[in-house]
């Protein structure tokens, strides 16, 4: 069992799929991830992902909730579906850099989760990290 609301995971999935970004297995590859361990990692995220490399391009899905929910052992109102490349031969430690931040910062997580707007919330994280633009 995952300790995380399924609802969440096949919402973000299938918006994913839906969008022609991802295959169907997405969705039963992130809960499997899921299942292993949670990836909740405290300050009010998570960051659900494949359990190998399923699009051809690495790209976020982003999802704030109304409200907190518990996922694993932690509380979680920002979820980021990561998702990256097959193929993948790009450098990625912006991006991981970027999403250490986010991990760790409450305060930030608070801004993003406030956002009204897909664009604010990319105002915020432009603005928290200028140098990764990816």
């Excluded at 300790?3 to 970004?21: A, H, N, R, W, Y």
């Excluded at 991990?103 to 200028?130: R, S």
Aim: net charge negative; aromatic share 8%; charged share 25%.
């Amino acid at each position: 069992k995952t300790g995380v609301s399924p609802e969440v995971i096949t919402f973000l999935t299938q918006k994913v799929i839906d969008m022609g970004l991802a295959p169907a297995e997405l969705t039963p590859s992130v809960m499997e991830r899921e299942e292993a361990a949670p990836t909740s990692f405290g300050h009010y995220t998570a960051i659900p992902h494949p359990m190998t490399p399923l699009t051809d391009k690495t790209f976020w899905a982003i999802c704030t909730l109304e409200k907190p929910i518990i996922w694993g052992e932690k509380k979680v109102q920002f979820v980021c579906l990561l998702c990256v490349e097959k193929e993948n031969a790009k450098d990625l430690k912006g991006m991981y850099r970027l999403l250490g931040e986010l991990v760790h910062n409450v305060k930030f997580i608070q801004h993003l989760i406030a956002c009204d707007t897909f664009e604010d919330m990319l105002d915020i994280m432009y603005k928290k990290a200028p140098s990764y633009k990816n």
